[in-house]
Nanobody
Framework: QVQLVESGGGLVQAGGSLRLSCAAS????????MGWARQVPGKRRELIAG???????NYVDSVKGRFAISRDNVKNTVILQMNNLMPEDTGVYYC??????????WGQGTQVTVSS
């Protein structure tokens, strides 16, 4: 079993930045991919950024150029740096992890609210 704990959410004005952090613990040998997903009311949870253990990254189009995902394999953390935030970025952000995929394990979520 793997435990994921997020931190760093909050309220920010449009155009501002936030940095989300996720600490992984437990059976870390069972994961190699980590990512961040977002869920807004009335919509399904969507993976918005992912990173492999080798450092390869991918993003959904809506966050490309604004968000950056990184990981520290020594500290077992994954970071999501979010810049130029927009009101439509508001939602609950979840850290995720898995082996070759991103949905085996989930964190409890952290709220991000962007005011206009």
């Amino acid at each position: 079993q793997v435990q994921l704990v997020e931190s760093g959410g909050g309220l920010v004005q449009a155009g501002g930045s936030l940095r989300l952090s996720c600490a992984a613990s437990g059976r870390l040998s069972s994961i190699n991919a980590m990512g961040w997903a977002r869920q807004v009311p009335g919509k399904r949870r969507e993976l918005i950024a992912g990173i492999s253990d080798g450092g390869s990254t991918n993003y959904v189009d809506s966050v490309k150029g604004r968000f950056a995902i990184s990981r520290d394999n020594v500290k077992n953390t994954v970071i999501l740096q979010m810049n130029n935030l927009m009101p439509e970025d508001t939602g609950v952000y979840y850290c995720s992890a898995g082996w070759g995929r991103f949905n085996d394990y989930w964190g409890q979520g952290t709220q991000v609210t962007v005011s206009s």
